[in-house]
């Protein structure tokens, strides 16, 4: 073991020219074909309407249920700050009314 040499490493220039068969691109219709064999396995070996139902359950509804409450609590503070608002603007104008007969 002492005596033996360590094998070179190719420099990185060596066998630029040719490349393995892990290297070389797929061609177009084996790219298709694997697109099309993995929709199929998953279509077929997995729950995926399940999993959207159960999404749609999870994610979708508690969503839409929380942005309803936000929207009708919106509606109606605005709806309260409008009538406090008219509530003070009419009171104003009687006090000022009153003002005015007396110092007339």
């Known amino acids: 073991m002492a005596g033996q040499k360590t094998p070179k490493k190719p420099s990185p220039n060596e ?3 040719e490349k393995g068969l892990l290297h070389q691109p ?6 298709a074909m694997i697109g099309v064999c993995g929709i199929v396995i998953i279509y077929k070996y997995t729950p995926i309407f399940e ?7 999870i994610v979708v509804v508690p969503a839409v249920t929380i942005g ?3 929207f009708g609590v919106s509606g109606l503070a605005s709806g309260i700050k ?3 608002e008219q509530a003070k603007a009419e009171i104003k ?3 000022e009314e009153k003002v005015d007969k007396a110092a007339a």
């Open 15 to 17: 066998g630029e020219g």
């Open 26 to 31: 797929l061609p177009w219709w084996a790219k």
């Open 51 to 57: 999993l959207l139902n159960l999404f749609f359950m």
């Open 68 to 70: 309803c409450m936000i």
């Open 82 to 84: 409008g009538t406090w």
């Open 93 to 95: 104008a009687r006090v």
